[in-house]
Every structure is written in C-alpha cells, then in structure tokens.
C-alpha cells in the first residue's frame, strides 16, 4: 500500500478528481431527484435477482457437475447436453425464447390460466429468473464437472474404506473440496451473472438499466444516466469482489 | 387430441423457415451472416487492441500500465449491455461532431461499424488479460537469448513471443471468439438486424415463437461447436512438438 503513491498516480488521482468535479458540475442532474426512488427499486431488483439466480443455479449446477463427473452414461449425456446448449446460445436467445414462447403458449392452457400461480406467470420477472438461473446453472455446470474431478482420489477412497455411506460422503468430503476448488472461478462468474442481469429489462422487468432507459426516453438525456449506471454496476462488482475476498480468506488456503 | 393438434401445428409452423418469401429463412440467415461478420471483426480488433495492451501491460512504462490496468477494470466490470449504449452514442457522437467541425454534414454510422467498434473494444479488455497470461507463460530464456542475440524487439515479438505463446493463448482466444459470437445479440437491443433481431421480428410477425427460436438456437449451436472444433484442431496444430502439458 506504502507503493501506491507513486508521483505518477497523485498526477492521474487528480486528474481524474477534476473529471469528476467537471461531471457533477456541467453535465445535467436535475433529473436525479425525481428517479431516487425507482433507482433505488431498481438497484434492489437487480441484487434480488442476482441472489435467488445464483442460489438457485448453484442448486442445479451442483447435480450437473456431478452427474458429468461421475455419473452413469444415461444421467451425464444429458447434462452434458444441457451445458452445451446453454453455454453455445446467447442468453438473450434463450430469455426471449423462454417469454415471448412459454408467455404466448401458458395463455392457452386453461388450467394454467385457472391456477393459483396464474398472477405470477402473468408478469415478467419469472421468466427473466428462470432463463438467468439456467444459464448460471449451465455455466456452474461445467465448472463443477471439473472441480469434483479435480478432488483428490485418495480422498474419496479413504472415506470409502471408512465404510462411509456416499451420502455423507458427498457431503463431508466430496463437495466441500470441490466447492474450494471452485471458489475462485465462482467469483468471477457471479461478475458475470451481474453482467448478465440487465438483459431482463428487454423483457419489461424494471431493474436499474431500465430505469435509466426510462430516464432517457423521459428527458432526452442521453449521457449522465448511462454514467451513473456504469458506475453502479462497478460498485456493485468491487462489492462482489471483495466478498469473495473475504470468503477465500476466511478458508484455508491448503488443500490437505 | 390436443397433444395432435400441438403436433400439427409444429409442423405446420416449420414451413414458415422455408427460404422464400411466405418463409423467414433467408431473413434469419442474413441476420446469421451479419452476426458472423460483427464476430469475426470485433475479434479481430480485440486481438489487436490486446495484442498492444498485453505488450504495453508487460513491458510499458508506469502510466501506461496504470491507464491499460484501469481500461481493463472497467470494461470488465459493466455489463456489455450498458458499454454498447455508451459506446454507441459516444462513438456517433464524437464522429458527428468531428465531421461537422471539419465542415462536413451528419452522417448515420452502419450498425455493423458501431458493432465491430463496440464490441471489439470489449474483447480488447479481455484479450489483454489473456494474452498478457500467456505471454508470461513464454520461457523467459527463450526471450532472453532473443534479447543476448540483439534482434529488435518487433522482430522478438514477431519470431519469439507470438509463435510461442499463441499455444497458451489459443484455450482463452476460443473462449473469447466463442462470447464474441454470443454478444452479438446484444446488438438487438440498439435495433441491429442480426439473427436474434431478425428472429424477433419473424417470430413476432408470425407467432410462431418456438418455431424461430429454437431454429435460431441450433444456428447459433452449429457455430459454436463448429468453431470450436476448429479452434481445437488449431491448439493442436500450435502444440506440436511442444511437451504434452496435463492439468
């Protein structure tokens, strides 16, 4: 920290302090008052989202990865098919798919259109949920299939000559390893669902980039919303990154 | 019964992927067309913008490092999404204003320049990490006895570093052409017509949701498992004669 100081970088530091005065200064921000509110609802539909997406594919993701590593045939073909095609198609593709097919296709079965869980289909957010959980899913997939083949195998066959059943096995030995593994690469995929967060608001749901889109379809300006939408995401990401910082830290960094 | 009619009216809508005009094929393979040339140019400039950013990271001076550490930053941290509405109406903007100060009237940039633009800058962010990572991966003798010999460096770089990186760098490159192609259809959201828009727009004008985009689904899958077939066949043509590494 001692280094970070360099002479350059006072130079750079205030360069980019008078940018930012120059921002707050000249460009407009009247509007900003009027939309606190529906930034803030954005903002938390976005973190909202994100969670129950990734809480949700990892649930998914964890029997794939499994199912690949060390399933039988008729169990890895599929789910080595399923991370193929979520991973091969743009999500936009397959949020679209999942909307504008499953939206227009449920109208028509009347014992949807009769059930409880009918108000709920009826909006936009399940589909943006499920078409981001499955591609979380898709993605975690392939990076768990190489994280539970990645445990070491004396690991697996201690516990087996243990006599311990596989359940507890799974649970104690085999997926706490491999959930270590993958740490890592887990932080920079939760950046990327984030990433992949805003594609919702072309399926109507208000999050924070619609909000700003809303913005300027109401004001004509173009600039400062965008902006200021960049710099939430980039909070949002330091945000994620340092969680995992501390998730990593808080592990032992040894495998045994 | 219902399950039937289900089945004929699939087969029915099947018809409306024919090539001529009561069908919407040929408008999605145009769209497939548009796609593949955006890719095909944002990676390109990506690896260009790279390629330099990776060199001026490695062995640039302190401000340069620091400017490629920030562009890397950022770009890797906004959505794609946010950075194309950006980069869309600031490059239209910056050209426009350019124009008019030289004395020139508007002009309406082509979606496909925007997009190649926009967009290869984004992979420029990551292509500089990757490369920068296999670079790093080069045997540092093999650069030295280049340096001891005196080859110049574009001529060290030419001979030594690229060739020999490029089998570290080729896994991350398929990657990245690999999210290249899968980005292109964020330029839907600006109105480009490339293969999910036009798959919008068939889809919408005829109702036959599933119908156009599953068929846009397996046009995309033939292009990424194509490609990465080929890239496959590239790392190991990159490989040979060098010791078989195990991860």
């Known amino acids: 920290m001692r280094n970070f100081w360099l002479p350059h970088r006072i130079v750079m530091a205030a360069l980019g302090v008078a940018v930012l005065i120059w921002c707050v200064l000249t460009l407009r921000w009247d509007w900003l008052p009027n939309y606190l509110g529906l930034a803030a609802m954005g903002i938390w539909r976005t973190i909202w989202l994100l969670v129950l997406s990734l809480v949700l594919g990892m649930m998914l993701a964890i029997p794939l990865g499994l199912a690949q590593a060390a399933g039988p045939r008729w169990l890895a073909w599929p789910a080595r098919g399923f991370c193929t095609v979520i991973r091969g198609t743009p999500l936009l593709l397959q949020l679209w798919l999942l909307y504008y097919g499953l939206g227009s296709l449920f109208p028509t079965i009347p014992w949807i259109r009769q059930s409880d869980l009918w108000p709920i289909l009826r909006q936009a957010w399940p589909y943006g949920l499920l078409a981001l959980t499955l591609s979380f899913a898709g993605y975690e997939g392939e990076v768990m299939r190489g994280a539970f083949r990645g445990v070491v195998k004396g690991q697996i066959e201690a516990a087996t000559a243990m006599g311990m059943p596989r359940l507890t096995l799974l649970r104690r030995i085999w997926l706490p390893q491999a959930l270590h593994r993958a740490l890592p690469t887990l932080g920079g995929e939760t950046v990327l669902q984030l990433k992949a967060t805003p594609l919702v608001a072309t399926i109507t749901v208000v999050d924070i980039y619609a909000v700003a889109g809303r913005v300027r379809q109401d004001t004509f300006i173009t600039y400062e919303p965008l902006l200021l939408l960049a710099v939430v995401y980039m909070a949002i990401t330091g945000i994620i990154v340092l969680l995992f910082r501390h998730f990593e830290r808080r592990l032992p960094s040894r495998v045994a | ?247």
Request: proline letters at 4%.
């Open chain 2, 1 to 247: 019964m219902e399950t039937l009619a289900g089945a004929a009216a699939a087969a029915s809508t099947l018809e409306l992927l024919q090539l001529s005009p009561p069908g919407w094929g040929a408008n999605l393979l145009q769209g497939l067309w548009n796609s593949i040339l955006i890719a095909c140019g944002a990676f390109a400039l990506g690896l260009g913008l790279g390629t330099l950013g990776a060199f001026g990271k490695l062995y640039g001076g302190l401000i340069t490092r620091d400017l490629l550490a920030i562009y890397t930053t950022v770009v890797r941290a906004v959505p794609e999404l946010v950075l194309i509405l950006i980069l869309y109406y600031a490059v239209t903007d910056a050209v426009n204003q350019t124009l008019i100060a030289v004395g020139y009237g508007r002009i309406q940039i082509s979606g496909l320049a925007a997009g190649i633009a926009v967009l290869g800058v984004v992979q420029g962010a990551y292509a500089t990490e990757v490369l920068r990572g296999a670079i790093q991966a080069v045997p540092a003798g093999q650069i030295e006895a280049a340096r001891a010999m005196g080859m110049p460096p574009a001529l060290l770089a030419r001979r030594v570093t690229l060739p020999l990186m490029l089998s570290n760098a080729l896994p991350g490159l398929a990657n990245l052409w690999l999210i290249a192609t899968k980005d292109t259809a964020l330029l839907a959201v600006v109105g480009f017509g490339e293969l999910t828009q036009q798959t919008r727009q068939a889809a919408g004008a005829t109702k036959a949701y599933f119908t156009f985009f599953i068929a846009a689904g397996m046009l995309y899958l033939i292009l990424s498992i194509g490609s990465g077939w080929l890239f496959a066949k590239a790392e190991h043509r990159a490989r040979r004669g060098l010791p078989e590494v195990r991860g």
